[in-house]
């Protein structure tokens, strides 16, 4: 029996994706749509939000249609060299070309390099938390994506002067580029696996950094940070690896109430995986968050770790233990701040916390190891990086708190801190 016709006019534009509706409106609707554009008319809902397709990305169709139209010629391609001998020898693809190569061809799954798994993971968490802050000040973050020539780049998501905070930064970043011998040298105390006779090495970078500042001098600001770092050699193979990260407090007037409830949800999520986790990078927390030029901690601490590699613990569940402590995040600090933000407030408490601030600021520019790395990374966006410090501070010549008062008891705890939960 004779086989009906094909009809490419109809198959070719469902391929593509083409909706029934296009072939189906009628030409009436069409030019109405066509005046009223001309005449500034829009159909689409006038409140929109312009930031929807960021907070809600609709999976697109097209990488398995690009894999299809280019991995089929591609790989007759290299068969036909294989059988002829053509094969013309390339320098090896950087990891941020393989990763591109990758991220086209479709989703990240468990299968995939951790670098990307990572970078998923941050991103998706990223809108998690930016959406709960939103719910608690009333007013939406800017977000602002940015690219780096050497590979990678950010998401930059801020809110100023908003009704809860004067200032918020919740950033992810992805960085590729090569490692110096002097940074190779120096990382190598740490992971002999590091080769020190090469001049650089390649590096993937990726971390989710945040920082809080909220208006009101009873509601403590916050700082986060959860990062994944890796090196490959000249192959493209990855050599050496590690987490790092942390979160911690720093309140203008302590409330211990507040204290225990943050440290009591980060021991939790360290109890997961490890019950000696939280007394230890607690004590790690206390010594590095410190103003050693001041002889105070910055804030009531929390937790801090860096360098976890294989030696700690394996890929997989250092991995496991980073996405259980970002993901305490929200929970460790919503009901503080829900409770702290409509406090009445003095202008001399509206003072002391521009003068903490000003410690604040010291830390970060002085003593802060992922701040200067940052600064001296070849492309670094300084915007992103000095994001976390406040839109306002104060340095007043040799203030003293009075005796006795909450500010000098918050001092006493800062010079030595103490244990909350």
């Known amino acids: 029996m004779e086989m009906a016709p094909l009809r490419p006019s109809l198959r070719i534009p469902q391929f593509f994706g083409a909706h029934r509706s296009f072939t189906s409106t009628p030409r009436r609707r069409l030019a109405a749509d066509f005046f009223n554009a001309k005449r500034g008319i829009s159909n689409k809902p006038q409140n929109s939000d312009p930031l929807k397709a960021w907070r809600e990305p609709k999976h697109s169709p097209w990488p398995n249609r690009i894999r299809l ?14 059988m002829t001998g053509e094969i013309t020898k390339t320098e090896s693809p950087t990891i941020a070309e393989k990763d591109a190569l990758l991220k086209r061809g479709g989703d990240v799954t468990e299968q995939s390099p951790m670098r990307l798994r990572m970078e998923k993971f941050i991103k998706q968490h990223q809108k998690q938390i930016v959406a709960g802050l939103e719910k608690v000040d009333g007013q939406k973050f800017q977000v602002d994506t940015w690219q780096r020539p050497e590979g990678g780049g950010g998401i930059t998501c801020v809110l100023q002067d908003g009704n809860v905070f004067e200032k918020a930064g919740v950033n992810t970043s992805v960085v590729y580029g090569r490692l110096p011998r002097a940074a190779i040298q120096k990382m190598r105390v740490n992971h002999k696996a590091l080769d020190p006779d090469v001049e650089s090495v390649e590096f993937f970078a990726a971390g989710l950094s945040m920082v809080l500042h909220p208006s009101n001098p009873m509601a403590p600001t ?39 409830h943050f440290h009591k949800t980060i021991k939790a999520a360290c109890d997961k995986h490890d019950k000696s ?43 496991a233990f980073a996405q259980d402590c970002l993901s305490a995040f929200l ?10 933000k409509n406090m009445p407030f003095t202008e001399r408490e509206k003072q002391w916390q521009q003068i903490r601030r000003g410690r604040y600021v010291e830390f970060n520019l002085v003593h802060d190891r992922g701040t200067a790395f940052g600064l001296n990374t070849p492309g670094s966006r300084v915007e992103s990086i000095l994001m976390s410090l406040p839109l306002t501070a104060r340095w007043q010549y040799m203030h003293s708190p009075e005796k006795g008062s909450r500010e000098e008891r918050l001092l006493e705890v800062l010079k030595k801190p103490k244990e909350w939960v």
């Open 69 to 82: 139209f280019l991995g089929v010629p591609f790989t007759g391609l290299i068969i036909y060299s294989m």
């Open 222 to 260: 916050v700082h986060l940070n959860y990062r994944y770092f890796e090196t490959a050699d000249e192959n493209g193979k990855t050599n050496a690896w590690w987490y790092g990260g942390g979160c911690d407090l720093t309140p203008c007037y302590l409330f211990d109430e507040d204290a225990i």
């Open 277 to 319: 986790y939280y007394p230890r990078f607690k004590k790690w927390c206390d010594e590095y968050f410190n103003n050693k030029h001041r002889g105070e901690s910055r804030g009531i601490g929390g937790i801090f770790f860096d360098d976890l590699d294989e030696t700690e613990k394996d890929q997989e569940q250092l991995f």
């Open 331 to 340: 929970p460790s600090y919503v009901p503080i701040i829900n409770r702290r």
